[in-house]
């Protein structure tokens, strides 16, 4: 059974709780979140975070392991108010557009992209569609920044994805392990 382990105090110290499942309010069980434990367990897949209640606000992508402070995850408060299991799939495919509603140039990708800019030479991203797999999309380069789940489905502007632009640094497959 996967789980994950929310501290209220930095080191995985003070009140704790346990949660094996999606959660869309996680309010009632601790007031801040400094430190997570992610055990898998058996069962491959991965953790979506979210800044607030209903998958809403910032988003932290996190696999198996230690997380002793926020900054592990790259974290910009210790407001963690609800969560997601992201299952894990054995193909990922995604086309990246350069324009809203799936216009102007497309580009298809299979694997991580470190740096969307190099590798494609576009600065930005207005729409994508997921074919296979879950990704997730990083506002810069080199995994860093905001991040965003992109599930299979059509995404026809940045808005649809969570997104305040299209800045897009690089985009990483959701699995387990790398």
């Given at each position: ?7 209220e ?5 003070g009140?704790c709780?346990?949660?094996?499942s999606d959660?869309?309010n ?10 997570i ?6 069962w491959?897949?991965?953790?979506m975070l ?20 926020y ?11 609800s969560?997601?299991?992201?299952p894990?799939t054995?193909?990922?495919r995604l ?5 809203e509603d ?38 810069m380069?080199?995994?860093l920044?905001r991040?965003y ?5 059509e ?9 305040m ?7 990483r497959?959701?699995?387990?392990l790398?």
């Open positions: 059974i996967p789980q994950i382990t929310f501290y105090d930095r080191g995985f110290q009140r709780y346990e949660c094996s959660c869309p996680l309010q009632p069980y601790f007031s801040r979140c400094n430190s434990r992610v055990d898998s367990g058996c491959i897949g991965c953790w979210y800044e607030r209640p209903n998958y809403q606000g910032h988003q932290y992508f996190l696999r198996r392991g230690d997380y002793p402070d900054q592990q995850w790259l974290g910009f408060s210790d407001s963690i108010r969560c997601c299991l992201i894990q054995s193909s990922h086309r990246l557009y350069e324009r799936h216009k102007g140039l497309m580009v298809e990708l299979s694997e991580d992209c470190s740096c969307i800019q190099d590798r494609f030479h576009l600065s930005e991203v207005c729409s994508v569609h997921v074919l296979e797999g879950c990704w997730v999309l990083y506002e380069p080199n995994y920044g991040q789940l992109l599930r299979p489905q995404y026809r502007r940045y808005h649809d994805w969570g997104a632009d299209a800045k897009a640094g690089s985009l497959r959701v699995v387990d790398y």
